[in-house]
């Protein structure tokens, strides 16, 4: 499943059916400005600010981090508006700019009728429920809500979903925390800082030297946000959900269990594992292996020049035996 339709089937599953509502409508908050500065740590470590301003939000993080014994750095610049999403790498001073796919979608979702709508919030649970049950994830479809928090002076709601938790400040939709585990990368996103106050007014500012040109693959917004919406509210996909949640059900009955799911001694064992490959520096390998070769090689040097030296020797000091004719 694409990352689009993953995050797809997460808002849509924390709507009730009975609701109905409309997935890719954002909810208006209640402030309308808001900057936030965040550390990062983990296996990502560095730091982000996000600032929000009526709607449009625009997020700057750097970071690093570290794999196969390498650390690499990140310098990064978002801006999402009503119509558009702005994307910057600042290190390699590229950008690209695309629609914004969330109203479009969002249009794309009022197009439907309504058994085209139930469908599609039938589907989107299915996917959240097999996801759940292929991976091991509790509670993916709604969330599990733990209670709230205060960070940086400003109350949070907390939610658990599966190896995730998040909290939403209850004023904004703005995470205030953010911890999980996703395959051998550990993360957490702490707020350090919160101004209710209006963003600095740079903040929205494109970085210089960007020049931000057109995800390629984003031509045709509209057809493609009515050809993704439609294939989620099918019966196609309805059929085929329900032929792999019997598949799944099938394996799991005949492995007598979850079998995606690990025993802390394994869970211990997996994340040694992980440790190991962040830790892991081919280049110090392959020059610790080839440092043993060249002193095996001058090892055998040394132990070839002294047998020979010995053989001489021998030579010296013992007369050679005259065969007898």
């Not at 599953?13 to 109905?20: F, G, K, R, T």
């Not at 910057?88 to 796919?101: E, I, R």
């Not at 709230?148 to 949070?156: L, R």
């Not at 064992?269 to 892991?280: E, G, I, P, T």
Request: charged share 20%; glycine share 8%.
């Amino acid at each position: 499943m694409s990352r689009v339709a993953l995050v797809a089937a997460l808002a849509i599953a924390a709507v009730p059916l009975s609701a109905q509502a409309n997935p890719f409508k954002v909810a208006k908050p209640g402030l309308k400005t808001l900057a936030v500065t965040y550390s990062l740590t983990g296996d990502i470590a560095g730091t982000a600010t996000v600032a929000m301003d009526g709607d449009r939000m625009v997020r700057r993080q750097t970071s690093t981090m570290k794999m196969m014994g390498k650390t690499s750095s990140s310098d990064s610049w978002t801006l999402v508006t009503p119509d558009s999403s702005y994307m910057a790498d600042l290190t390699k001073k590229q950008g690209t700019v695309m629609p914004n796919m969330l109203p479009i979608m969002a249009r794309a979702y009022d197009g439907l009728d309504g058994d085209a709508k139930k469908r599609m919030h039938q589907n989107m649970q299915d996917m959240s429920s097999m996801l759940s049950r292929a991976f091991g994830l509790s509670s993916i479809n709604s969330g599990e809500k733990i209670g709230t928090k205060t960070y940086a002076g400003q109350e949070c709601e907390e939610k658990k979903f599966g190896s995730f938790s998040v909290c939403t400040m209850t004023k904004a939709p703005v995470m205030l925390h953010s911890q999980g585990s996703l395959v051998c990368m550990n993360f957490e996103e702490t707020a350090t800082a919160v101004s209710l106050g209006a963003p600095p007014a740079d903040a929205f500012t494109p970085p210089a030297g960007i020049t931000f040109t057109p995800d390629p693959h984003l031509q045709q917004p509209d057809s493609m946000a009515r050809a993704f919406v439609g294939y989620l509210s099918s019966q196609q996909l309805s059929d085929s959900l329900a032929k792999a949640k019997q598949e799944l059900a099938a394996a799991q009955a005949k492995s007598g269990g979850d079998p995606a799911k690990m025993t802390p001694e394994q869970q211990a064992s997996f994340q040694q594992a992980c440790d190991a490959m962040k830790n892991f520096d081919m280049g110090t390998v392959m020059a610790g292996a080839g440092d043993a070769m060249k002193k095996a090689m001058a090892d055998a040097a040394k132990n070839a020049a002294k047998d020979a030296a010995s053989s001489k020797l021998k030579g010296l000091f013992h007369k050679p035996k005259i065969p007898q004719g």
